[in-house]
């Protein structure tokens, strides 16, 4: 199971780090994702980390701002989000892959077998 955390409300150019704690799987053994999906849209890429110290991908909207990182002793992967902007506010969920292999389809949903429950980013302006 993957619990997503640390969504809340935060002003313009502010910052949040949302957190996904693994259980029941070693997180080692998976790449790893942050997606979001805003109201009425469809659910997008955010950020992979295909294992500890391994390649990274950004999203282009916001490369740059965010970061993902992960701690595999502790199963949690992170997502640190700076200069927060209001086309931001969305439900972020983590979500894991067996292939830890990067091709073009890492930005596809149904590359990701686990998902968690997400959490909700709301950024005013």
């Known amino acids: 199971q993957l619990q997503a955390s640390g969504g809340g409300l935060v002003q313009a150019g502010g910052s949040l780090r949302l957190s996904c704690a693994a259980s029941?799987?070693?997180?080692?053994?998976?790449?790893m994702a942050w997606f979001r999906q805003a109201s009425g849209k469809e659910r997008e890429f955010v950020a992979r980390?295909?294992?500890?110290?391994?390649?990274?991908f950004y999203a282009d909207s916001v490369k740059g701002r965010f970061t993902i990182s992960r701690d595999d002793a502790k199963n949690t992967l992170y997502l640190q989000m700076n200069s927060l902007k209001p086309e931001d506010t969305a439900v972020y969920y983590c979500?894991?892959?067996?292939?830890?292999?990067?091709?073009?389809?890492?930005?596809?949903?149904?590359?990701?077998?686990?998902w968690g429950q997400g959490t909700l980013v709301t950024v005013s302006s």
């Open positions: 029941g799987r070693t997180l080692s053994t998976f790449a």
């Open positions: 979500a894991a892959d067996p292939r830890m292999y990067n091709s073009g389809s890492v930005v596809r949903p149904d590359r990701y077998d686990y």
């Open positions: 980390s295909s294992w500890s110290d391994g390649p990274t």
